[in-house]
């Protein structure tokens, strides 16, 4: 009287007694947007390499050298070391030197102790840095820049000569 | 040489002359190294990033007491914040150093003990800007300025307080800052005097003032 479909003649796997339980699939990795986490409860001493983009939000003390891939230092991150990306953002702590391939950005909560290198740097209002910063010749971020330095250097003597003429003697 | 200029048009922002100047000396030498005593700023950085210039930030701010401006530990603990913060001089010397209103906020020894550091960051030509306030208040923290497109600056009061001013004067000035002879001054009329000064050690050897 009644027909057994097709997926009723086939016993399922899960209703069999017999069968344990099939175990959950393993997690793959912590990755946030395809990077990889270094977790706020993580505290690493060495040398950090690697071949994709990473996030910190724990510690590291040493070095960090991923320079063709991304590196944010996380707002819980801290780091003790050089660290060298491809675009390096830098949300939390860092006493060490940035060495951005593309361009390094502190945002306001970022604080950087050290020298950054990086064809770009951009700091946002509120961020703490000391150190230096080398633009470098690569790039370097100008536009048109011997062009525009020869024309205003003409400007120069223009406006010191009106400067002079108009120089009142307070002494 | 003072120049007296008509030069604010917005409370918080105005056309600097000193730094006009400045801006065009940067601009002619791209390979510039600048020395910026302030904090650090975007905008700052945005704009000599533009240049291609190498860019220190020390921000002797930092080595002032929140509270009132005074560096914690008067003038001893300023001289230690000098040479926890301002660059090695074997890392080169600068072509330019920004104060700011930096002197505003030392005390003559300070600003002796500051002197003596930057003339080792210093080579002959070597640029010092600073804002020197001849109001008789000031803010009780240092202005922070931020560079804009035209020679023009903003600046921020971070505090609403008010202290005394030292209303340093060009004579006293010279005085303090040995081998810095100005260049050029400029009156403002929202209280401050623009200086730029130029480095001359020459001038230290021979006894000019």
């Known amino acids: ?34 990077a990889a986490v270094i977790g706020p409860s993580i505290r690493i001493k060495g040398d950090v390499s690697g071949q994709e983009d990473l996030v910190v ?69 509120g961020a703490t840095f000391k150190g230096s910063i080398d633009m470098g010749a690569k790039g370097g971020g100008a536009k048109g820049n011997s062009e525009g330095s020869q024309g205003k250097g003409q400007d120069q003597d223009q406006d010191q000569d009106r400067g002079q003429q108009s120089a009142i003697r307070s002494r | 040489m003072t120049s ?32 910026d005593l302030g904090p650090a700023s975007g905008s700052n950085v945005g704009y ?9 930030v020390a921000d002797l701010y930092r080595s002032l007491n929140q509270e009132n401006g005074r560096p914690a530990g008067e003038t001893l603990g300023f001289a230690r914040a000098c ?12 072509d330019f150093i920004l104060a700011w209103d930096l002197l505003n906020y030392l005390t003559e020894d300070e600003i002796r003990v500051l002197a003596r550091h930057l003339t080792a960051l210093c080579r002959p030509g070597s640029e010092l800007f600073a804002l020197i ?35 340093y004067k060009e004579p006293l000035l010279k005085r303090l800052l040995p081998g810095f002879a100005v260049e050029r001054c400029f009156l403002l009329r929202h209280g401050f005097q623009e200086y730029l000064f130029r480095y001359q050690p020459e001038s230290v050897a021979s006894g000019s003032p």
């Open chain 2, 48 to 56: 000599f990033s533009e240049l291609g210039c190498r860019l220190h």
């Open chain 2, 133 to 167: 306030s001849i109001r008789h208040r000031i803010p009780s923290q240092p202005l922070r300025y931020q560079i804009l497109e035209g020679g023009r600056l903003s600046y921020s009061e971070p505090s609403p307080h008010q202290r005394t001013s030292p209303e």
């Open chain 2, 4 to 35: 007296l200029v008509d030069s604010l048009t917005a409370a918080g922002e105005y056309r600097s002359p000193g730094f006009s100047i400045v801006s065009r000396l940067v601009e002619a030498r791209p390979d510039s190294s600048i020395l």
């Open chain 2, 83 to 94: 040479r926890e913060m301002l660059p090695d001089p074997e890392g080169g010397a600068f």
């Open chain 1, 1 to 34: 009287m009644w027909k057994k479909t097709e997926n009723e003649a086939r016993p399922a796997a899960s209703h069999s007694p017999a069968s344990a339980p099939a175990a959950p699939p393993s997690k793959p990795p912590r990755s946030m947007g395809g």
């Open chain 1, 57 to 125: 939000e724990g510690q590291v003390e040493g070095e960090i050298s991923l320079e063709k891939h991304d590196v944010t230092i996380g707002p819980s991150g801290k780091a003790r070391a050089d660290v060298r990306g491809k675009n390096i953002r830098v949300e939390g702590e860092v006493h060490g030197d940035l060495f951005g391939m593309e361009t390094v950005v502190l945002t306001s909560s970022g604080k950087v102790t050290g020298n950054i290198t990086a064809p770009t740097v951009s700091l946002e209002n």
